[in-house]
């Protein structure tokens, strides 16, 4: 009996969390009006209409260019900051790794009224630009907590080494620290492309015009539920479940081995 539960409640968990999921997806390939039972299908009429709207598909756009953008600047700058602050003795360090680390803890919704607030008194109009930024700034703690920890000491005893091999700064980090540290950097940038991609809170804060898929999806929940928003949900799952296997074949598999 004991031996049994553990299973059980394994199948539970994998229910509860899937199952709506798996809702989501039957209800996209429904021939009728409504997501909602008896299940007509299946078809792909609902795909060809979302595929085919050009509204959905420049929302797509934006979002693929506000995640990988938004995700490689807030890599990068992750990086620099757990290079400073790992190799380093800076005053107050322990403060500024609190202070880099702080906005995980803060609800996304107070950061992104604090971004509009500052944004609109620079004088910056609302765009996929402004939403990019709230996006790095949301995504920058988790690059920088990625990379920070796996800093260690192998990585250091290896650029003492190209320096006494006569390195310059440059070359011990393009050359050194980045090719050791890849699996880290790679893992936070898909971890904030995944964030990054159906984030809805800043997005929709920081967008007037030009939105995002999430944004989008929301202004056609307005109007009722439709098979058209499952075969959209649909897509937005199967691109993120395609990140997350990206990751775990080229970052976590290299990593182990």
Same mark, same amino acid.
Request: no cysteine; hydrophobic share 60%.
């Given at each position: 009996m004991m031996r049994v539960l553990p299973w059980v409640?394994?199948?539970?968990?994998?229910?509860?969390?899937?199952?709506?999921?798996a809702t989501l997806v039957l209800f996209s390939f429904q021939d009728g009006q409504l997501p909602v039972p008896p299940f007509n299908g299946p078809s792909l009429r609902w795909y060809a209409d979302v595929l085919g709207d050009s509204r959905l598909t420049a929302a797509l756009i934006n979002s693929v260019l506000v995640a990988f953008g938004a995700s490689l600047i807030a890599? !990068?700058?992750?990086? &620099?900051?757990?290079?400073?602050?790992?190799?380093? @003795? /800076?005053?107050?360090?322990? $403060?500024?790794?609190? =202070?880099?680390?702080?906005?995980? !803890?803060?609800?996304? &919704?107070?950061?992104?009224?604090?971004?509009l607030? @500052? /944004?609109?008194?620079?004088? $910056?109009?609302?765009? =996929?630009m402004t939403a990019g930024i709230g996006h790095v700034v949301i995504n920058l703690p988790l690059a920088f907590a990625i990379i920070f920890a796996a800093m260690g000491a192998q990585q250091q005893n290896a650029e003492r080494a190209a320096r006494d091999l006569g390195a310059n700064e440059i070359q011990v980090i393009l050359l050194v620290t980045v090719p050791m540290l890849a699996p880290a950097i790679g893992a936070a940038f898909f971890?904030?492309?995944?964030?990054?991609?159906?984030?809805?809170i800043i997005a929709f804060l920081l967008t007037r015009f030009d939105?995002?898929?999430?944004?989008?999806?929301?202004?056609?929940?307005?109007?009722g539920l439709s098979p058209r928003l499952n075969a959209i949900?649909?897509?937005?799952?199967?691109?993120?479940?395609?990140?997350?296997?990206?990751l775990e074949l080229f970052v976590f598999r290299k990593r182990r081995a």
């Open positions: 409640y394994l199948a539970v968990a994998f229910v509860f969390i899937y199952l709506p999921v890599v !990068t700058l992750g990086f &620099l900051a757990a290079y400073g602050l790992a190799r380093h @003795v /800076l005053p107050g360090s322990a $403060l500024i790794r609190a =202070l880099l680390i702080a906005p995980l !803890t803060v609800s996304y &919704l107070i950061v992104g009224l604090g971004l607030i @500052v /944004l609109t008194q620079a004088g $910056l109009g609302l765009s =996929l971890l904030s492309m995944t964030f990054s991609w159906d984030e809805f939105v995002t898929l999430p944004v989008e999806i929301w202004s056609m929940l307005r109007s949900g649909s897509l937005v799952f199967l691109v993120s479940i395609a990140v997350v296997l990206t």
